[in-house]
């Protein structure tokens, strides 16, 4: 007799949905924080000589004792902090959970937020409790307290600035988040290098908290490389459940080499920052389009019919992310990731055609120029 997967896969795994990635072939792509500026010249030439004689005959050195080195100068890792590594910060994060994962254990985070903290829990057999953030997506402390003490969370998961809504929550409010947590808090700081707020420095001040970050978002996506650090207990811990050679060797080389040059990650930062704030000024001119306030990559708005305006500006070839449907809070909302100036002109026209808005009397100064 030959097993069919409804036999032998999980009943609730057979019931989740795969992460959907879009196809984005020919087109403007705004639909996943990435950094949308190319390294420059000369380091990229740098990074091809690297490549060209690197050993990937050979297994990668699995502590990547070199690229934490780089790591620990370049982002500003407390001395007495240890580094765990991973495939991108997703690995990460189904790392922690895999290793908190006691029978009964609850995995907590405030929602909406980045979808993996619910997805990696339930794979992992756990329980997941998302508390609502208050209708402008700040983080509603009292509730989220009383949460806590009702399900005595093993892991809280803390998106900061939070995806998908871009803000920051009060520095207050996460630092009574810390002291009353009953178990971890794990502080995603993915998008720190755009709103220049972390906990990183305060790693010794919570020993309860892993500050976790990814290179992803400053403009090296595809080499998958997330990182975490917290006190030496939690990462010795985390990393018996890491696979072996998990970072590969062109990871380590090239992430090395560019974190290097980390004014070219600061500049790109300061660019995208600087069009996040000339895009937020003409999409609250457009009529029907609302705009909440942003200090990552991205901009969160909701406008009449999110799934119109999501399919209309796929045919203007520009791809963003329709996240209508996926919680409460987000019913009609859109988000675009933050591209370059000529990417943002043409999701501005695109828009501006959609909605019916006039081109008329715009004024060169609100134009993302």
């Known amino acids: 007799?030959?097993?069919?997967?409804?036999?032998?896969?999980?009943?609730?795994?057979?019931?989740?949905?795969?992460?959907?990635?879009?196809?984005?072939?020919?087109?403007?792509?705004?639909?996943?924080?990435?950094?949308?500026?190319?390294?420059?010249?000369p380091l990229r030439q740098e990074i091809a000589s690297l490549v060209a004689t690197?050993?990937?005959?050979?297994?990668?050195?699995?502590?990547?004792?070199?690229?934490?080195?780089?790591?620990?100068?370049?982002?500003?890792?407390?001395?007495?902090?240890?580094?765990?590594?991973?495939?991108?910060?997703?690995?990460?994060?189904?790392?922690?959970i895999q290793a908190c994962a006691r029978p009964g254990a609850v995995i907590m985070?405030?929602?909406?937020?980045?979808?993996?903290?619910?997805?990696?829990?339930l794979i992992a057999g756990l329980k997941f409790v998302g508390v609502p953030l208050a209708s402008d997506f700040s983080l509603d402390l009292d509730r989220f307290l009383?949460?806590?003490r009702e399900h005595n969370p093993a892991v809280v998961f803390i998106s900061y600035p939070n995806n998908p809504s871009g803000n920051l929550f009060s520095e207050k409010s996460i630092s009574q988040v810390l002291v009353e947590a009953p178990g971890l808090v794990v502080l995603d700081e993915a998008y720190q290098a755009f709103a220049g707020a972390t906990f990183?420095?305060?790693l010794s001040d919570f020993p309860n908290m892993i500050a976790l970050r990814t290179v992803s978002k400053i403009g090296l996506a595809g080499l998958r490389l997330g990182y975490a650090a917290g006190l030496s207990g939690w990462i010795e811990e985390f990393n018996k459940v890491r696979s072996p050679y998990?970072?590969?060797?062109?990871?380590?080389?090239?992430?090395e080499k560019v974190l290097a040059?980390?004014?070219?990650?600061?500049?790109?930062?300061?660019?995208?920052?600087?069009?996040?704030?000339?895009?937020?000024?003409v999409l609250k001119s457009i009529s029907g389009i609302t705009p909440f306030p942003s200090v990552a990559n991205f901009i969160l708005a909701r406008v009449p019919d999110a799934s119109q305006v999501f399919e209309a500006l796929r045919q203007h070839n520009i791809l963003i992310k329709n996240l209508h449907g996926s919680h409460p809070l987000l019913d009609n909302c859109l988000r675009f990731t933050i591209g370059t100036t000529v990417e943002?002109?043409?999701?501005?026209?695109?828009?501006?055609?959609?909605?019916?808005?006039?081109?008329?009397?715009?004024?060169?100064?609100?134009r993302v120029r």
């Open 200 to 202: 990183m420095s305060r």
């Open 146 to 148: 009383a949460a806590m």
């Open 246 to 255: 998990n970072v590969g060797v062109l990871t380590q080389l090239v992430a």
């Open 344 to 366: 943002n002109d043409l999701l501005i026209s695109a828009l501006r055609t959609i909605l019916g808005a006039s081109n008329h009397g715009v004024e060169a100064a609100d």
């Open 54 to 96: 690197s050993e990937i005959n050979r297994y990668p050195d699995s502590v990547a004792s070199n690229l934490k080195d780089r790591l620990r100068q370049t982002m500003v890792i407390p001395t007495g902090a240890d580094i765990l590594l991973g495939n991108g910060s997703d690995e990460i994060i189904q790392i922690i």
């Open 1 to 41: 007799m030959t097993a069919s997967p409804s036999q032998i896969i999980r009943e609730d795994i057979q019931a989740m949905s795969a992460y959907a990635v879009q196809s984005s072939a020919g087109m403007v792509k705004l639909d996943a924080m990435e950094n949308p500026y190319s390294l420059p010249e």
């Open 109 to 121: 985070a405030p929602t909406p937020t980045f979808v993996m903290y619910r997805q990696y829990a």
């Open 261 to 281: 040059h980390n004014s070219v990650i600061e500049r790109q930062a300061a660019d995208i920052c600087a069009e996040r704030e000339k895009l937020v000024m």
